[in-house]
């Protein structure tokens, strides 16, 4: 995620005696700190908050941090019983400051009656001002655990109080209302139950609300006649759905018929201009992977459509179906975040929402966008929901420095790891390890992370969670909130998931060990 400019040399001859790692450190030091203050300088600008500035200064140090390889300092490091770096992401300057002052004591060069260490409260301020922002972001935490608890409520919580009220009861910290889905009215009686909740139990909740962003779906499918489902080799042909005269509507008469292959139409129609040969195209959360053979393959309408190869299916095949997602892996998409009904929903989100969730960012311009509409509706005054990025795209992990800087420089902030369109946009492969760098570079800018997606989905729609799932669960503690999506054991999950982060808090604070007796043997 953060390109490499320079190399320092930490070869592990230079590390065999605490001279070498001394002076290596000192280097180390110095680097970082000339170079992190470069970038903060570009960023200063763009922040108004000035309790963000130590933030943003941190986040700058550490990608300068991050674009040496340490593992040769960091394997030296340890036999002598000092830090390995390992957890120097919120505290750069104040974690390299006390293994330089140990080395110096180390090499005689100071004693330790006069040992420059940072104090206790300069090392740990990272860690205040993530929990800072976490509380900015999702209220006080509750009393057993740090971790939050998010939940998207379905449509039936408009009409089912005692639904709501159980789900709040049971541990949620934060309830969220997809924008997608559902009508103003809707959404408001969803939050009146909310608020009755929260007053009838004595717990705080938030409410997010989630602009739906660009929906990119395939229209209507027609098939060949001998054909159900599509297999690895065959062809679709994707052409331009056109929107109904005077409304959000999808029309389809572009397919026409009878038909030789499959065929179906993408909703944002001039995204097929920007695909050329050879594009990948992923549908149906990416069970039907296919590739660009043909850009202008004829159409009735004589607008050309895209010929599309499928590269990988189920070997028994996958039904191509209407309103399925469409990703566009390696693809960059100029589009507008924000549709003409995000702009319309965003009059009634803005004023009755906690945080706003943001789908399909992905430069600093598309933050501005969002901050400009939210200045047309607020004026001078202070208080605004906050905003969560979703990160759904490799541009979007590119752009997280910046995504942050524009964001969090201006109000409250945080990320949400978007798994779902993540996974198929990078790669399965990838997103563990893009996962955790987003997580690192979230908490060095302490900034609140929520891990979303899947998470217990067994559990929630059918009751019983799979052994994986169990381990994700338990690895989700290392973020600030965790999301379970809507389904009938939601009950269930949420207690389950409450069960397992108090536990897991007890072993471990976000990757630190937490060395608590053990008493299994």
Known sequence: MISPTSELSVEPLNLSSPQGLLSTLQELRQTVESEGKATFNQWRSHIQRSEFLPSALNLAEYMALRRHD??????????????????????????????????????????????????????????????????????????????????????????????????????????????????????ENTIDHIRRAEQETGTPCKVMMDLAGLKIRTGQVLAPLDKKRVFRGDRILLSRCVPALGSEVVSDETIPSPVNYFQTCCTVPEILDLLVVDTLVYIDDGKIQTRVVDTQYPVSNGQPGLLLEVTNASPKGVKLQPEKGLNFPNTVLPLSPLTKKDLSDLDFVATHADIIGYSFVQRPADIELLQQELDKRFGERQSRPAIVAKIETAIAVCNLPELIIYAAGKQSFGVMIARGDLAIEIGYQRLTEIQEEILWLCEAAHVPVIWATQVLESLVKNG???????????????????????????????????????????????????????HSW
């Open 70 to 187: 340490l593992r040769h300092l960091q394997a030296a490091l340890m036999p002598w019983g000092l830090s390995s770096l390992g957890r120097i992401e919120a505290r750069v300057m104040p974690n390299l400051d006390a293994i330089i002052a140990t080395l110096k004591v180390i090499c005689g060069q100071d004693s330790a009656e006069h040992l420059n260490r940072p104090p206790i409260e300069s090392f740990f301020e990272g860690d205040r001002l993530l929990q800072k922002h976490t509380e900015e972001l999702f209220g006080q935490s509750p009393p057993q655990r740090r971790v939050r608890i998010m939940v998207t409520l379905p449509t039936e919580a408009a009409t089912d109080y005692e639904m709501v009220r159980e789900i709040i009861q049971r541990g949620a910290n934060c309830l969220r209302i997809n924008c997608a889905h559902d009508t103003t009215a809707s959404w």
């Open 464 to 518: 019983t969670p799979s052994r994986g799932e169990m381990t994700d669960a338990a690895m989700a503690e290392r973020a600030e909130c965790v999301m379970l999506n809507k389904g009938p054991f939601i009950a269930e999950a949420i207690a389950i998931l409450d069960n397992v982060l108090t536990r897991m808090e007890a072993h471990q604070l976000k990757k630190t060990p937490q060395l608590r007796a053990l």
